[in-house]
């Protein structure tokens, strides 16, 4: 296994195209890369013979309970394509707790942190364990509906011809175009990272990693703490 060589980046981006962004049996967004001819027999990396598994189905695939046939049914056939969209939950900590970084702002103690004509884009709903509940909706240049998080749980909707979509436990990142990033959302202790570049009601909102920009208004190395809004 030392010796062989890494998957190209090109190659395992049209695998998860293909796949949907999910794993092909389950549509779990956290996928590793099968070989469905395995490495030892054909000594090459081939976008045919790579099919997208999450973990559990990988290893199911690699011992055989997962056999071939029904693999090769599911990579032309991904559950994904059929319930059109990608899903997977985030696990936040305790609402007291979270700081969410938007580019030069950090916002704690706020559940409303962004609206726009009092409509609630970013916002936390609290648990009765007073655990945050984080809520989105993320718009394309166009005002098309991207993605949404409902309560925690995040959804991509596979209708707008998204280019990649990849997550690990706790960061999803949604490209619309190649180098172009949508959204970059990470979760690392009690911190949310948040970059985005989309269209609110007609409001430019980009998010980098310096500053927060509105139609050109530019947030940079502030602090909000409590309040009922955080940006409106």
């Given at each position: 296994?030392?010796?062989?060589?890494?998957?190209?980046?090109?190659?395992?981006?049209?695998?998860?195209?293909?796949?949907?962004?999910?794993?092909?049996?389950?549509?779990?967004?956290?996928?590793?890369?099968h070989h469905i001819e395995p490495w030892s027999k054909v000594k090459k990396h081939e976008a045919k013979?790579?099919?997208?598994?999450?973990?559990?189905?990988?290893?199911?695939?690699?011992?055989?309970?997962?056999?071939?046939?029904?693999?090769?049914?599911d990579k032309k056939n991904p559950i994904n394509k059929k319930t059109g969209l990608v899903q997977n939950?985030?696990?936040?900590?305790?609402?007291?707790?979270?700081?969410?970084?938007?580019?030069?702002?950090?916002?704690?103690?706020?559940?409303?942190?962004?609206?726009?004509?009092?409509?609630?884009?970013?916002?936390?709903?609290?648990?009765?364990?007073?655990?945050?509940?984080?809520?989105?909706?993320?718009?394309?240049?166009?005002?098309?509906?991207?993605?949404?998080?409902?309560?925690?749980?995040?959804?991509?909707?596979?209708?707008?011809?998204?280019?990649?979509?990849?997550?690990?436990?706790?960061?999803?990142?949604?490209?619309?175009?190649?180098?172009?990033?949508?959204?970059?959302?990470?979760?690392?202790?009690?911190?949310?990272?948040?970059?985005?570049?989309?269209?609110?009601?007609?409001?430019?909102?980009?998010?980098?990693?310096?500053?927060?920009?509105?139609?050109?208004?530019?947030?940079?190395?502030?602090?909000?703490?409590?309040?009922?809004?955080?940006?409106?």
């Open positions: 296994m030392s010796n062989r060589p890494p998957i190209p980046e090109a190659m395992k981006r049209k695998v998860r195209q293909e796949a949907y962004f999910g794993c092909v049996k389950c549509g779990c967004p956290i996928i590793e890369y013979n790579l099919v997208a598994l999450c973990p559990n189905c990988h290893r199911e695939a690699t011992v055989g309970a997962y056999y071939e046939e029904r693999v090769i049914e939950q985030i696990m936040l900590r305790k609402f007291d707790d979270i700081v969410v970084k938007l580019g030069g702002a950090e916002i704690s103690k706020t559940q409303n942190i962004l609206t726009v004509f009092g409509a609630r884009i970013l916002y936390f709903n609290i648990d009765k364990n007073g655990r945050a509940l984080l809520n989105a909706v993320f718009f394309d240049q166009n005002m098309q509906l991207i993605a949404v998080i409902q309560d925690n749980e995040w959804k991509a909707f596979l209708d707008k011809d998204l280019w990649d979509i990849r997550y690990s436990p706790g960061h999803l990142v949604i490209n619309l175009e190649a180098r172009k990033i949508f959204l970059n959302l990470k979760v690392k202790g009690n911190t949310i990272n948040i970059r985005m570049k989309c269209n609110v009601f007609g409001n430019k909102v980009e998010v980098t990693e310096e500053k927060l920009q509105i139609n050109g208004c530019s947030m940079v190395n502030c602090r909000l703490i409590g309040g009922g809004i955080g940006i409106g």
